[in-house]
């Protein structure tokens, strides 16, 4: 069986040639940086997934590129060692989307340019006294502005299956492709988000790597019990009930 974004490559993406090696990454506040330097991100959002107090309903995730164009390839207005954004992913968790039937999942993304994987889906599995598994569905070539936003059935792929892995600690989970290869393990280390990516991959697999590594650290966020107690108290409260209330129309 082949992966999703091995059989992605087939359908027709635009798909970049450069081969990314193995790299450990980490989050910090807004930003994802390698453990190599710290100097500059490799990716940003533009809210704090980790913050129980943000009320976002979509975040938007970019890549930071480092221009490296010479006398013969400058673009007007950019010198060489500039940096610039590609706005890749939006990342999203619907307000109140444990109560509606209208949204395709609590957690996706969808991409905000046609050069990307497609638009992903965050599967989960609960299991009474089991950590939470996941699957990421992939649907080729779709973006934000495709309606619907997903395929069904046999038309959806295995991106990533997202597995705990007991062996090695409570924050650690292991990231597999649909063919079963490890491609990266995720842990927390002295309070620090890390993301060890332990196969090589295209630019693009790795943006969709990091998109889903982010939607599930905001999956731990959203439903802490930490969350859940903040949300069910304001509940509580006339004066959050008033606000609530408009809220629970409000279509992403």
Not at 25 to 44: D, H, I, N, W
Not at 203 to 216: F, G, I, K, N, Y
Request: hydrophobic share 30%.
């Amino acid at each position: 069986m082949e992966s999703g974004s091995e059989l992605y490559e087939k359908t027709g993406g635009n798909t970049s040639t450069e081969i990314l090696q193995p790299a450990v990454l980490f989050l910090s506040g807004q930003s994802v940086f390698t453990e190599s330097t710290t100097a500059t991100p490799l990716y940003q959002l533009n809210s704090d997934i980790r913050s129980i107090s943000n009320k976002d309903s979509s975040v938007a995730l970019e890549r930071v590129e480092q221009d490296t164009s010479d006398s013969e390839t400058e673009i007007e207005g950019v010198t060489p060692g500039t940096r610039r954004k590609r706005h890749l992913f939006y990342l999203a968790h619907p307000v109140n989307a444990q109560y509606r039937t209208d949204i395709p999942a609590k957690y996706y993304i969808t991409s905000a340019v046609p050069e990307t994987v497609g638009n992903i889906r965050l599967e989960n599995s609960e299991a009474r006294f089991q950590k939470t598994s996941f699957k990421a569905m992939l649907s080729p070539k779709k973006t934000a502005s495709d309606k619907p936003l997903f395929y069904d059935g046999i038309q959806q792929l295995l991106l990533f299956d997202i597995q705990p892995n007991w062996n090695v600690g409570r924050n650690c989970y292991k990231w597999s492709d649909s063919n079963g290869r490890q491609v990266a393990v995720e842990e927390k280390e002295d309070g620090r988000y890390k993301l060890s990516v332990t196969s090589s991959m295209s630019q693009e697999s790795r943006d969709a790597l990091v998109a889903t590594w982010l939607l599930r650290l905001w999956h731990d966020t959203a439903e802490s019990k930490q969350a859940k107690r903040e949300f069910f108290e304001s509940m509580a409260s006339p004066e959050e009930c008033k606000e609530y209330m408009p809220r629970q129309c409000i279509m992403m």
